[in-house]
């Protein structure tokens, strides 16, 4: 499936209320990131921290990207409604 802008729109659309999480761990850093489709839109938050003492950070509400929404779209296909979508 081609992940153009009316597919991945279409995508959210028919997706309302889907969420998952993803966590990130390596030696210097951590994050952690909860998407939600709604409104047509993905969101995300982003919570963080690296290893200098003052560098945890929170991002809220945060609206993605198209090419974020391609990538977290492309990712997730398996699970997410395509009826109707070719």
Known sequence: MRLTVAVVQQLLDQNDGFEDTTST???NFSETRRYRIA????YYDASG???WADSRYSHKGQVATIEQARN???TRLHRLNTDGIE
């Open 39 to 42: 409104d047509g839109q993905l």
């Open 49 to 51: 921290k690296t290893s």
């Open 25 to 27: 761990s390596q030696k």
């Open 72 to 74: 977290f779209l492309r």
